[in-house]
Nanobody, 115 residues
Framework: QVQLVESGGGLVQAGGSLRLSCAAS????????MGWYRQAPGKQRELVAT???????TYADSVKGRFTISRDNAKNTVYLQMNSLKPEDTAVYYC?????????WGQGTQVTVSS
């Protein structure tokens, strides 16, 4: 089992910045993928960004150039630095940990961007 605890969400004005953190504990192995997904009201959950244990990253086109994902393997923590936030970034952001067939989710943290 893996437990994920997110923090850092909140309310920010358009153009502002937020930093999300997600700490993983439990059965953590050296080869895995951590990431962030988001779900806006009435929409499906979508990929925001992922990062492998080796540091390879992927981003949704909508956040490229504005968001940066990083991780600290020693702390089993993944971060999402969000800059130049837009109202359309408003959503619940979920941390994800994936290893082989195993897939775990955090409880979600609300990010609200006002115009």
């Amino acid at each position: 089992q893996v437990q994920l605890v997110e923090s850092g969400g909140g309310l920010v004005q358009a153009g502002g910045s937020l930093r999300l953190s997600c700490a993983a504990s439990g059965s953590i192995f050296s080869i895995d993928v951590m990431g962030w997904y988001r779900q806006a009201p009435g929409k499906q959950r979508e990929l925001v960004a992922t990062i492998t244990s080796g540091g390879r990253t992927t981003y949704a086109d909508s956040v490229k150039g504005r968001f940066t994902i990083s991780r600290d393997n020693a702390k089993n923590t993944v971060y999402l630095q969000m800059n130049s936030l837009k109202p359309e970034d408003t959503a619940v952001y979920y941390c994800n940990y994936r290893r082989g067939p195993f897939n775990y989710w955090g409880q979600g943290t609300q990010v609200t961007v006002s115009s």
